[in-house]
């Protein structure tokens, strides 16, 4: 059974600094292209970052100089790195992993940035 376990969300000020992590219990997880992607209430679930099976990274315009994605294949883990947090990059993130026609999605962790 496939599972995607996102920790390391929190409330953090302005300016702050938070580490997602999302552990995969999965097998093949060399193979699967994998993403970051956030929902705020009463909005549309939106991509913040990617990174394939390959290691090619992309950004949303929003995020980038700010967030790095990374990945550990041999921890099967993928990381969000988050700098410079705005009260704008409030709400729940999500980890997806993407093979062929399988498509998985984790629980989310909340991500709040308030002063």
């Known amino acids: 059974q496939v599972q995607l376990v996102e920790s390391g969300g929190a409330l953090v000020q302005p300016g702050g600094s938070l580490r997602l992590s999302c552990a995969a219990s999965?097998?093949?997880?060399?193979?699967?292209?994998m993403g970051w992607y956030r929902q705020a209430p009463g909005k549309e679930r939106e991509l913040v970052a990617t990174?394939?099976?390959?290691?090619?990274?992309d950004y949303a315009d929003s995020v980038k100089g700010r967030f790095t994605i990374s990945r550990d294949n041999a921890k099967k883990t993928v990381y969000l790195q988050m700098n410079s947090l705005k009260p704008e990059d409030t709400a729940a993130y999500y980890c997806?992993?993407?093979?062929?026609?399988?498509?998985?999605w984790g629980q989310g962790t909340q991500v709040t940035v308030s002063s």
């Open positions: 999965i097998s093949f997880f060399s193979l699967y292209n």
């Open positions: 997806r992993a993407q093979r062929s026609i399988y498509l998985h």
């Open positions: 990174i394939t099976a390959g290691s090619s990274t």
